[in-house]
């Protein structure tokens, strides 16, 4: 069961919504102008939520302003002299017309797009997203099995799509665990620490004192791992794509 209302709290309007399997409150930013929302159980009173959120403000506020401070490129064209970014690298991109179908090659600085002439913007963005996504998955397998050896828990299905605002999210019922695409931008050890964030949630559903207790003892760097998340360049920001937490 979830319901919802809208509480106005200094200049901002934190949507509410409240759910009947929750024990705790939870706030979310949500990336890029820091929309504030707020997950709380059904008993929590709206007073106790203002409450709450007015006692978070200062932190509310350092995460927003993080949020506009945080380098964003502008928004890629997908043509020859491009930066994009692989696991953390940044590599030139180099468009190449005339091939008889569309390829992609990565050397050492570049990721050399192959396509024949009159390809669209639309289809260069394609191509090269579900090439990302071939490279997450090639990634994921290794990354999967590693996480495994340190988290006891047993997981259904590894899902990659591309997420509005987080980097994971696990649906607990179904042992399903979905990462965000744009993680194969970023450095590889924070792909492991979404992943065991996210298996964490497997043996405790909310983030208790616990939760952080288990994170911390199988993803000892995690800090050193959020922190790079939130320091490499976002994409430019549209409906799918700028993450700031993980579920």
């Known amino acids: 069961m979830t319901s919802r209302e809208l509480l106005t709290i200094g200049d901002d309007e934190v949507q509410v919504f409240r759910q009947s399997n929750l024990r705790n409150l939870y706030i979310h930013i949500d990336p890029p102008e820091g929309v504030v929302s707020v997950k709380a159980p059904l008993d929590v009173s709206s007073s106790e939520i203002e409450l709450y959120l007015l006692k978070r ?8 302003q ?48 192959n396509i024949p002439d009159g390809t669209t913007e639309e289809q260069r963005k394609h191509l090269l997203t579900e090439w990302y996504r071939t490279e997450l998955k090639r990634a994921l397998d290794s990354a999967v099995v590693r996480c495994l050896r340190k988290v006891p828990v047993v997981v ?25 695409l744009q993680l194969v931008k970023k450095p590889p050890e924070c792909l492991d620490y979404v992943i065991i964030h996210e298996l964490v949630h497997l043996l405790e559903r909310d983030h208790t004192n616990r939760f952080q207790s288990l994170v911390e003892q199988y ?12 320091s490499y360049p976002l994409d430019a920001y549209d409906e799918n794509v700028g993450a700031s937490d993980v579920d």
Not at 57 to 64: F, N
Not at 219 to 230: E, F, G, I
């Open 57 to 64: 403000l200062p932190e509310i506020s350092k995460t927003k």
């Open 66 to 113: 993080r949020f506009a401070a945080q380098p964003r490129q502008t928004k890629r064209q997908y043509i020859s002299g491009e930066s994009h970014y692989l696991w953390g690298k940044p590599y030139r991109l180099q468009v190449v017309y005339g091939a008889p179908k569309a390829t992609i090659i990565k050397s050492v600085s570049k990721i050399i797009m």
């Open 156 to 180: 259904d299905d590894f899902r990659v799509k591309n997420m509005k605002t987080k980097w994971g999210t696990c649906n607990i019922e179904k042992k399903r665990i979905w990462l965000n």
């Open 219 to 230: 993803c000892p760097n995690w800090r050193d791992a959020k922190a790079l998340l939130c």
